[in-house]
């Protein structure tokens, strides 16, 4: 199925305010890979259907009827589409030399469209690419149906929008299923997702993560659109975390609609190079923090270290914002390193629950937990 043709995904822009870059031009230049030939090792079978194994995934997948059950083995090499309804499950059978089976996209354009409703059961998607004229979203998956990944990872994947996942649908990450360092490049800087793009309904659980993604435009980790369709749902639950991901504006999460972070959902050490290190909560956006859940060890070099808020943030029960930094580059050109508050704020208490954030590195050093705009 190389060569598959992905949806283009029409991009709409919303304007940005309080948006203070400072940015080195072309920090965030990405060297595309070419396509490399990798040896396709599928081993693939319907064991709802007992068929013989193949090496052809794709023929597998179109054989199916809705409910199978296909096993998979070694290393699949293409550019797949799930789109039979009724639904189908793709399960990894580990092996000695690969205990997580691979879908890879080789590079050619996308590695998975989805458009019906599909489980993922311990297998890695990789190495997509969505950069081109027919298709520049959802480097690794392109998500239209009702998809649920379970310890699964979706790693090294590449696109101008939605590096790891496009989602359009409902998306869900359950287990200990991770987004690992994918990769967002955008023409304009704005719109982007270095993990996942949103414009529909994400729900990581259990284990869940986001992590060591890049987005040279918004949303380092996650991108969660304003849709002028429905409402654009980001939940964290569980001990879900988004980590360690970098963007322009929007480090951890980038949200225009509504982000929530239930039990004791994390996030934690992101960095932004303008605003919002762990959250930038843009003026249509509503990000609620429940029960133990945190914003912490997040930097911007500009504002808001933990949260940056343009739009609603309501924090409840425990939750707390803590341990991040703005004016992380030391410049003099950053306040509120918990929270940079140009919206509304509700239940939020400097030194209580917004406590030991802190403006600038070096030796003026100085605590800062929210300052409003």
Not at 192 to 197: A, E, R
Not at 272 to 277: D, T
Not at 278 to 289: K, Q, R, S, W, Y
Not at 318 to 333: E, F, G, H, I, L
Request: hydrophobic letters at 35%; aromatic letters at 4%.
């Amino acid at each position: 199925m190389n060569g598959l043709r992905f949806p283009h995904r029409v991009q709409r822009r919303v304007p940005l305010s309080f948006v203070v870059l400072g940015l080195i031009s072309g920090m965030f230049a990405m060297t595309i890979p070419s396509a490399t030939g990798v040896t396709n090792s599928c081993r693939a079978r319907n064991i709802t259907q007992a068929t013989a194994v193949g090496s052809d995934l794709q023929a597998v997948i179109d054989a199916a009827n809705a409910g199978d059950r296909i096993a998979v083995r070694g290393r699949c090499v293409g550019n797949f589409q799930v789109s039979r309804r009724g639904g189908l499950t793709l399960v990894g059978k580990a092996t000695s030399r690969l205990p997580r089976p691979i879908l890879d996209g080789n590079q050619t354009g996308g590695t998975l469209l989805v458009s019906a409703r599909l489980k993922l059961v311990n297998l890695v998607i990789t190495r997509g690419l969505a950069n081109g004229a027919t298709s520049d979203a959802g480097g690794g998956i392109f998500n239209n149906g009702w998809l649920t990944l379970k310890d699964s990872v979706v790693r090294g994947n590449t696109a101008r929008i939605g590096g790891g996942i496009l989602n359009n649908n409902t998306l869900k990450l359950i287990g200990s299923s991770s987004v690992f360092r994918n990769s967002a490049q955008t023409v304009d800087a704005t719109d982007s997702g270095g993990g996942i793009h949103n414009d529909g309904t994400v729900t990581l659980s259990d284990l869940a993560s986001v992590s060591g993604n890049t987005s040279d435009g918004h949303g380092g980790g996650v991108a969660n659109h304003k849709n002028n369709v429905h409402t654009s749902v980001v939940i964290l639950q569980g001990s879900a975390t988004v980590t360690g991901n970098v963007a322009r504006v929007g480090g951890g999460v980038y949200n225009q609609d509504s982000v929530t972070l239930d039990g004791s959902a994390t996030v934690m050490g992101n960095s932004a190079l303008g605003n919002g290190g762990g959250i930038f909560n843009d003026g249509n956006g509503t990000a609620t923090l429940n029960d133990s859940s945190t914003v912490t060890q997040n930097t911007a070099n500009a504002n808001g270290g933990g949260i940056f808020n343009d739009g609603t943030v309501t924090m409840n029960a425990s939750a707390s914002v803590t341990a991040n930094t703005a004016d992380a580059d030391d410049d003099d050109d950053g306040v509120g390193g918990g929270i940079f508050e140009c919206g509304t704020l509700n239940n939020a208490i400097d030194g209580v629950n917004v406590d030991g954030n802190y403006r600038r590195t070096d030796s003026a050093r100085v605590e800062d937990n929210i300052t409003h705009c």
